[in-house]
């Protein structure tokens, strides 16, 4: 089991930045891979960026060259830094984990959700 709590969401005007950390707590030492997501009114949940146990990163289009998905180890925070923000980034921002199960496969957590409101 592992729980997951994000922070620092809030209300910034466009062209400003955020940062979002996840602290992950439980059995840490079986995560894979930790990302966030987010989940617009009315649209799917989407991957925003994610981090592998490796350190290797990936992100979606639509925030390559604005936002950094970091964590410096397994006992670390996955921080979420977001630069240059705009309206459209407006969403419930989500920390997933996917944690290694006994065998094989993985299991899904999420964090309770944090929002992000970017004004134009």
């Known amino acids: 089991q592992v729980q997951l709590v994000e922070s620092g969401g809030g209300m910034v005007q466009a062209g400003g930045s955020l940062r979002l950390s996840c602290a992950a707590s439980?059995?840490?030492?079986?995560?894979?891979?930790m990302g966030w997501y987010r989940q617009a009114p009315g649209k799917q949940r989407e991957l925003v960026a994610g981090i592998i146990s490796g350190g290797s990163t990936n992100y979606a289009d639509a925030v390559k060259g604005r936002f950094t998905i970091s964590r410096d180890s397994a006992k670390s925070p996955v921080y979420l830094q977001m630069n240059s923000l705009k309206p459209e980034d407006t969403a419930g921002y989500y920390c997933h984990a996917a944690v290694l199960k006994t065998g094989w496969g993985t299991d899904d957590y999420w964090g309770q959700g944090t929002q992000v409101t970017v004004s134009s």
């Open positions: 439980g059995n840490i030492f079986s995560i894979n891979a």
